[in-house]
């Protein structure tokens, strides 16, 4: 009866094992798959216990579900046993197939590691292939067919429900179980990590959608001005995007805006410093036009947004209005450099512009011959075999010494000013005119009048000293009643006309509150020549007017 009713309970035994590896293909979660797997040996193999052993990360083994017993699923279930523990397990007993069977003989041994176990006391068996209660059956499921892929997890099983150890057709239906669990479990870690990448990828979509929207709302809503520009490319700093508070800056709309680059606006002044503005954390002030012609000062701020694949692809510009600011430094610059009443350069100013002129070399030292004609050296010992138009020739130290403490580079470009020659006649030579005016009678119109009258005074002989000068001139006021005039360009003769005329504007009589007052002016002529500091200029003029001053009478000094 046992023989002819065997085939049938095979086939039987395989119809529930198709059933439960059915179920475990149908699991939504991991969970539901691990303790399907256990079910299954329950439900499939004919045990009335068993647990699935999970591998964690970091290599132990958890226990994550229990079959068949509520009291062995409260004492075991997520508990861990060791590695190391579960490896001991693996290596001993008896081999059958990919399967481990630790008979009670030996497994005493185990009784008091750290792996989750339920086991009760019993007899011993009463014939060879009983089952005894301290019997293990390990099936461990492994991520390849053959036991040499990663160790997944292992199915531990007891108490067969016909108290016998399993044939060898238990055997194999167990192993081929632990088979498809593996695959279940693959697979349901699968599923659990692609969840895992599309919740996480659906909430970076969402939080790159709200950074996206974020960072609309602050370009768009700015008070400043924004902008997004291309970069590399033919298109290169083309604008792409700009904001409300830009078209309003410069008066321009969105649509008009794309068709521009920055470099399209700037101030053809300011291009150099565009140019030189990098483009990460690239800072710069310049003037950018507006549609109606003007031109407004702003301060530029640039940053690179990048993509990852591509590198990076558009300039981010902040374009914030200085206006105010730019006009209120150029006031206290003006302030600091002109003469609060009158507005004209003040002494350091004039100083200033006459240092710029000047350099410490004489025309004509046989440094400046020597610098002049060897400009493409970088070194004066460099020049050796090189000769003066007199035919004396300069070796390394004799150039070295010319040139000691200079660098005769730096005035490759300099243009030297230089005096024309002293004498009655004038030769044709042309240079840079210091022309030193001090008013005559000026003090006695302050006392008379008082600093109301010297000062309406004052301001307008300031008038018309600069009326009477080119444009390119400097007229300034050294201090007191002391003016200074700059023309650059004139000869002896033309010095002298040009400080006839400015006396001759400044003697027609000055009306201040209905009053008519009238002062006289005496003019001295120096020339600034390079070798001198302004000082000594300052001082060569001034003494010229000083004798030019006691030339005359003092009636005829003053006008009236």
């Known amino acids: 009866m046992e023989t002819e009713s065997e085939p049938y309970v095979r086939l039987a035994t395989l119809r529930q094992l198709h059933q439960v590896v059915a179920e475990l293909n149908t699991a939504r979660s991991l969970a539901d798959t691990l303790q399907t797997v256990a079910d299954g040996a329950i439900a499939g193999l004919g045990f009335e216990l068993a647990a699935v052993n999970l591998v964690r990360p970091d290599g132990d083994l958890v226990v994550a579900a229990v079959a068949g017993s509520a009291g062995a699923e409260a004492l075991m279930a997520g508990r861990v046993g060791s590695r190391s523990s579960w490896d001991r397990r693996l290596a001993m007993g008896e081999q059958w197939g990919e399967l481990r069977f630790i008979p009670y003989t030996e497994g005493w041994v185990l009784d008091d590691d750290d792996v989750p176990q339920w086991h009760t006391a019993g007899p011993a068996p009463r014939?060879?292939?009983?089952?005894?209660?301290?019997?293990?059956?390990?099936?461990?499921?492994?991520?390849?067919?053959?036991?040499?892929?990663?160790?997944?997890?292992?199915?531990?099983?007891?108490?067969?429900?016909?108290?016998?150890?399993?044939?060898?057709?238990?055997?194999?239906?167990?192993?081929?179980?632990?088979?498809?669990?593996?695959?279940?479990?693959?697979?349901?870690r699968l599923r659990a990590n692609m969840q895992r990448a599309l919740v996480r990828l659906e909430r970076e979509q969402q939080a790159l959608r709200a950074s996206e929207e974020s960072f609309r709302q602050a370009f768009e809503y700015a008070p400043?001005?924004?902008?997004?520009?291309?970069?590399?490319?033919?298109?290169?700093?083309?604008?792409?995007?700009?904001?409300?508070?830009?078209?309003?800056?410069?008066?321009?709309?969105?649509?008009?805006?794309?068709?521009?680059?920055?470099?399209?606006?700037?101030?053809?002044?300011?291009?150099?410093?565009?140019?030189?503005?990098?483009?990460?954390?690239?800072?710069?002030?310049?003037?950018?036009?507006?549609?109606?012609?003007?031109?407004?000062?702003?301060s530029l701020r640039n940053s690179v947004v990048a993509d990852a694949a591509d590198g990076p692809r558009f300039l981010l510009t902040h374009v914030e209005d200085i206006e105010e600011r730019k006009r209120h430094e150029l006031q206290l610059a003006h302030r600091a450099s002109h003469d609060s009443l009158t507005g004209l350069p003040n002494s350091?100013?004039?100083?200033?512009?006459?240092?710029?002129?000047?350099?410490?070399?004489?025309?004509?030292?046989?440094?400046?011959?020597?610098?002049?004609?060897?400009?493409?050296?970088?070194?004066?010992?460099?020049?050796?075999?090189?000769?003066?138009?007199e035919g004396k020739a300069f070796d390394g130290a004799e150039g070295a010494e010319a040139f000691e403490g200079q660098n005769p580079v730096a005035f490759d470009h300099h243009v030297h000013t230089i005096a024309p020659p002293d004498g009655p006649t004038d030769d044709g030579s042309k240079g840079l005119a210091v022309l030193f005016c001090d008013l005559d009678g000026f003090k006695s119109i302050n006392d008379r009048?008082?600093?109301?009258?010297?000062?309406?005074?004052?301001?307008?002989?300031?008038?018309?000293?600069?009326?009477?000068?080119?444009?390119?001139?400097?007229?300034?006021?050294?201090?007191?009643?002391?003016?200074?005039?700059?023309?650059?360009?004139?000869?002896?003769?033309?010095?002298?006309?040009?400080?006839?005329?400015?006396?001759?504007?400044?003697?027609?009589?000055?009306?201040?509150?209905?009053?008519?007052?009238?002062?006289?002016?005496s003019f001295g002529i120096g020339w600034a020549s390079c070798g001198m500091t302004a000082e000594e200029v300052l001082a060569s003029a001034d003494q010229r007017m000083y004798v030019e001053k006691r030339s005359r009478s003092k009636a005829n000094r003053r006008a009236g």
């Open 348 to 389: 350091a100013e004039l100083r200033a512009r006459l240092g710029a002129r000047l350099c410490s070399r004489p025309p004509g030292s046989p440094a400046d011959a020597y610098a002049s004609s060897a400009t493409v050296y970088a070194d004066p010992r460099d020049l050796h075999g090189f000769r003066s138009q």
């Open 127 to 188: 014939f060879p292939d009983e089952w005894h209660p301290m019997d293990r059956l390990l099936a461990p499921m492994y991520a390849a067919s053959n036991g040499g892929g990663e160790l997944l997890g292992v199915i531990s099983v007891d108490r067969p429900r016909n108290g016998r150890r399993p044939g060898a057709w238990g055997q194999e239906a167990l192993q081929m179980y632990a088979f498809q669990a593996a695959i279940a479990i693959s697979n349901a």
């Open 224 to 298: 400043s001005g924004m902008a997004v520009a291309e970069m590399g490319g033919d298109q290169h700093g083309r604008l792409l995007r700009t904001n409300d508070a830009l078209c309003r800056l410069l008066g321009r709309p969105a649509s008009a805006m794309r068709r521009y680059s920055f470099s399209d606006l700037v101030h053809p002044e300011d291009i150099g410093t565009l140019l030189r503005t990098s483009a990460e954390g690239g800072r710069a002030e310049l003037r950018l036009a507006r549609r109606d012609g003007t031109y407004v000062w702003v």
């Open 449 to 521: 009048f008082g600093h109301h009258t010297g000062d309406a005074v004052l301001i307008e002989v300031a008038r018309r000293l600069t009326s009477g000068v080119r444009d390119g001139d400097t007229v300034a006021r050294l201090g007191g009643d002391e003016f200074v005039v700059l023309a650059d360009g004139l000869g002896t003769a033309d010095a002298q006309d040009l400080a006839v005329r400015l006396r001759n504007a400044i003697i027609p009589p000055i009306r201040v509150d209905g009053r008519a007052v009238r002062v006289g002016a």
